[in-house]
């Protein structure tokens, strides 16, 4: 059985699709672009690699934050957090907006002509490996009988997971973003999968954090599963939400750091970023 679980978007025990297209045609159905995960050596192959079965027992575990964007389900459990956002406005999904000490993977704003008049800033995290899940890849594709351009499945060197550096990373920048987000009183959410955040509660000191989440909090975390609900398909599920405030992501890590934004500079990065494109359109 391959430890590939999922590739490009698709349940690789599915025997009722076309493999051979879905790879060549190296289509992510999350972000509905080329997969954005290439070979070094080889920048025209798109990896495709979602999730991945890894600890004991073997459990799904995603290396690709894309995944997480799944149906827009992780931007539906933030509408909450639009404390100021009113009937009539309009939801966008902003991807990838820098501010003043370093960018944010999505904004979630509330627009009313034309005008920015809320947001909550959207971290998404999934687990970074060690070594390579390449050879793993092309064995699958040779049990799907698709053709592969290499022998690299007969390497045996197995891939790990970065736990440590992954969870301590995020952590560092969340414990800065936050400060320039509770300074103009906004909210920041870190979306990862529930392994992760069970990782980061043993690791680090999470007993402060609030659980249930509690709305006036400046950092939220959205813990999501991801599970079998039938027969070759994989779907998110919420499991859990955390919130503290940016002493509190100090508290996390024992670390101090200033960050200080004005609100009128993350609003018109936001501006310049808005158009039907990003128009939020439930699936």
């Known amino acids: 059985m391959s430890k ?18 879905i790879i060549s045609g190296q289509v992510c159905p999350f972000s509905e672009k080329r997969c954005y995960k290439v070979r070094k050596s080889d920048p025209g192959i798109s990896i495709g690699t979602c999730t991945v079965l890894y600890g004991k027992p073997l459990e799904p575990v995603m290396i690709c934050p894309t995944r997480l964007i799944e ?5 539906t459990d933030c509408f909450h957090l639009l404390t100021t956002h009113e ?20 904004f979630l704003v509330s627009v009313r002509n034309g005008r920015v008049k809320d947001f909550v800033g959207i971290e998404l995290q999934t687990l970074d490996t060690t070594g390579t ?53 906004k909210k920041l959410v870190l979306v990862v999968q529930d392994k992760l955040l069970s990782y980061m509660s043993k690791e680090f000191k999470f007993d402060h954090l609030k659980s249930p989440a509690m709305i006036g909090d400046s ?44 609100l009128e500079m993350i609003i018109q990065a936001l501006q310049s970023k808005i158009s039907s494109a990003t128009l939020f359109r439930p699936v």
């Open 4 to 21: 590939v679980v999922e590739l490009f978007g698709k349940a690789t025990d599915r025997s009722d699709l076309n493999w051979s297209q």
């Open 87 to 106: 009937p009539g406005n309009e939801l966008h999904i902003v991807p990838e907006v820098s501010i003043p000490g370093g960018s944010v993977d999505y």
């Open 133 to 185: 899940v390449w050879p793993e890849r092309q064995r699958l594709l040779r049990e799907l009988g698709v053709p592969r351009g290499d022998e690299a499945e007969n390497l045996k060197k197995p891939y790990g997971m970065n736990w440590k550096m992954t969870a301590k990373t995020i952590l560092v920048q969340m414990h800065h973003k936050v400060q320039t987000f509770e300074h103009v009183n």
């Open 71 to 75: 149906r827009g389900q992780i931007f």
């Open 219 to 262: 950092m939220h975390f959205h813990a999501y599963s991801l599970d079998r609900t039938n027969p070759g398909s994989l779907h998110l599920s919420m499991t859990s939400r955390l919130s503290t405030d940016a002493d509190g992501m100090g508290v996390c890590l024992g670390l101090q750091a200033e960050a200080r934004v004005e």
